[in-house]
T-cell receptor
């Protein structure tokens, strides 16, 4: 079964607004990653946060991780129409050498120009 | 050229036919993965391989088989296709190590009639 659950399932905002999506997971993790998927295309890695980190930034992306609540959030600031895509969290479970990622079901983001 | 190449990009086949999806990579990664994506279900792992002599079942391996012909090539076969195998299939690669950041191909859209 899927470990990651994301919410909301769908989000529609205006260009310039911030978009926040959340991910919850069930077991201990080594790291948590966020990926982006444009319609019908392959997933692209966005950012990775390790289990001992609480916040990480990359450009307009901000990721937080709360291991006590087994949850993470992805914030996209000053959104653009080009940010329209589906976003997936993926957890790398412990032990880290399993080599597998467990993907959530995704949040579909629509940014209206 | 894409680092992870999947062929074919689209395929329509009939129930009972054998079909092979191919994946090749130029990233030099040891680890390769096959996923399927269905609407609302995120990505589910079918098989994965950590090197040429290592093949492992994923979450949903029934009805599928794989072959790791070389470090750069990992193919997925449906021995006798059925309609509920209609889905979007992705190949991914990663380096060995604890990060396990995955790099995806563009996907194969398979329809089984």
């Amino acid at each position: 079964s899927q470990q990651g659950e994301e919410d909301p399932q769908a989000l529609s905002i205006q260009e310039g607004e911030n978009a926040t999506m959340n991910c919850s997971y069930k077991t201990s993790i080594n790291n948590l990653q966020w990926y982006r998927q444009n319609s019908g295309r392959g997933l692209v890695h966005l950012i990775l946060i390790r289990s001992n980190e609480r916040e990480k930034h990359s450009g307009r992306l901000r990721v937080t991780l709360d291991t006590s609540k087994k949850s993470s959030s992805l914030l996209i600031t000053a959104s653009r129409a080009a940010d329209t895509a589906s976003y997936f969290c993926a957890t790398g479970p412990t032990p880290s050498n399993t080599g597998k990622l467990i993907f959530g079901q995704g949040t579909t983001l629509q940014v209206k120009p | 050229d894409a680092d992870v190449t999947q062929t074919p990009r689209n395929r329509i086949t009939k129930t009972g036919k054998r079909i092979m999806l191919e994946c090749s990579q130029t990233k030099g990664h040891d680890r390769m993965y096959w996923y399927r994506q269905d609407p609302g279900l995120g990505l589910r792992l079918i098989y994965y391989s950590f090197d040429v002599k290592d093949i492992n079942k994923g979450e949903i391996s029934d009805g599928y088989s794989v072959s790791r012909q070389a470090q750069a090539k990992f193919s997925l076969s449906l021995e006798s296709a059925i309609p509920n195998q209609t889905a979007l299939y992705f190949c991914a690669t990663s380096e060995a190590g604890s990060k396990n950041i995955q790099y995806f191909g563009a996907g194969t859209r398979l329809s089984v009639l």
